[in-house]
């Protein structure tokens, strides 16, 4: 029985290790890895690993409770829209940034920053954030 998509996700984030699918028919990469090529829907997917290495396109803080209870040890903390070397864009945590609004207007007024992975681990789950390169 082929092991979850989801569940292999995390495992591989364990291991510091950002999985995501490319393409055989179009050469594209899906991340967070599905099933299929989000692009061209092709089934004749392989396992990618991603550098993690990219830019911090845009960054805020979670003014909202966080969605899930195992943030809540976490937050508050920034949050931002990156886009990786190999062109996917991701969402996640920017770890080493101030929340006050003086410290994310700086920062954003300097975006596009260089970042790279720094997973951490909440309630005993691995979970991607980014730090400033
Ligand atoms: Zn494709």
Aim: hydrophobic share 35%.
């Amino acid at each position: 029985m082929q092991k979850s998509i989801i569940r292999g996700y995390y495992e591989d984030l364990e291991q510091k290790k950002l999985i995501g699918k490319k393409c055989r028919k179009c050469g594209k990469i899906t991340f967070p890895p599905t099933a299929i090529c989000e692009h061209c829907g092709s089934r004749e997917i392989d396992a990618f690993e991603l550098s993690g290495e990219g830019e911090l396109l845009f960054v805020s803080h979670s003014m909202a409770p966080p969605p899930n209870p195992r943030f809540n040890k976490i937050a508050p903390y920034a949050y931002g829209h990156v886009r990786l070397q190999e062109g996917v864009f991701v969402q996640g945590i920017i770890t080493g940034v101030g929340i006050d609004p003086e410290s994310l207007l700086e920062f954003y007024q300097k975006c596009p920053v260089k970042v790279v992975p720094d997973i951490i681990e909440a309630e005993g789950l691995s979970i991607l954030a980014f730090k400033i390169k």
